[in-house]
């Protein structure tokens, strides 16, 4: 008994020097690093506002203009008069719809690609030729056949979406090792079961890469797409302050964005170490 206790008071010590020693780090890496790197990029607006006070607030005039959007982010004085959670609201609803049809559209074919040649030959020239075509080339396109602002905008999403998931998983199906395929052969194994015991869990990590990439590219497109088509979200909301000189409220949505992006990226991680079992790089 008293030589388990004392086993006890070892590894707590021993934990509590551990603690000690990597405590500084911990809180240099997570804590102190990124403050200096914010402090960093606050310092620069507020040197470039000052050089052009005339229209860029410096931050703690922006601040003070955006007090009632940050403190009611959810009010609603009108059908047009929202606060910025409504228009973040609408926003992510069009990136998720799209987001999550180009995902179900570009994980089965992702896979038809990495495990048939025939179809990555008859495939490969289309996603070559369309992926570098602008996201906003699409809009035109997309107005002429729905007449609606709103779906026109999920579907230029769906359309942005593909890309990355598609090579990715392409990518990660092609790269199972050989020795497990020819194994599965051996032990006469079900195709359906080949893909879903073997192919899937090998290929996950890729195509969480691709549905990051993705969602990452969903979230800046959507900006750009509401400036154009109009209506009520976050990118409308950035072209109609700026239309009245506001740029306080210009640089409030680039904040809530960036916040909103980092979020998303960060909730997609978690959902991969929850389904592979396997911690991220990022996180």
């Known amino acids: 008994m008293i030589f388990q206790l004392n086993l006890a008071a070892i590894a707590a010590i021993a934990g509590q020097a551990a603690w000690k020693k990597a405590k500084p780090v911990i809180l240099k890496d997570v804590f102190f690093l990124p403050v200096l790197g914010f402090l960093g990029i606050i310092m620069l607006w507020w040197i470039v506002a000052l050089a052009n006070h005339e229209l860029m607030p410096t931050p703690p005039e922006a601040l003070v203009a955006n007090l009632d959007y940050i403190l009611n982010p ?158 009520i979200g976050v990118g409308f909301f950035i072209w109609d302050e700026w239309s009245r000189l506001n740029l306080s409220s210009v640089f409030l949505a680039v904040l809530i964005i960036g916040l909103t992006g980092l979020i998303l990226d960060y909730a997609v991680g978690k959902i991969q170490e929850l389904v592979t079992r396997r911690p991220t790089a990022s996180n």
Do not use: C, H
């Open 74 to 231: 959810f009010y609603q004085r009108g059908p047009s008069n929202l606060g910025i959670g409504w228009l973040l609201i609408a926003s992510l609803r069009r990136v998720l719809l799209g987001f999550l049809l180009g995902a179900v559209v570009a994980i089965p074919l992702g896979f038809l690609i990495g495990m048939s040649r025939s179809a990555m030959l008859a495939l490969n020239p289309i996603i070559q030729i369309f992926k570098p075509v602008s996201p906003l080339a699409w809009l035109p396109i997309a107005l002429a056949i729905f007449n609606l602002a709103d779906p026109s905008a999920i579907f230029v999403i769906f359309i942005t979406s593909l890309w990355p998931t598609i090579i990715n998983t392409a990518l990660g199906v092609s790269s199972v090792p050989q020795d497990y395929l020819d194994v599965a052969r051996v032990l006469e194994m079900p195709r359906w079961r080949r893909i879903t015991k073997i192919i899937w869990p090998a290929s996950l990590p890729y195509i969480f890469t691709g549905l990051r990439i993705s969602l990452g590219i969903a979230w800046l497109v959507i900006v750009a797409v509401e400036m154009l088509t109009g209506g």
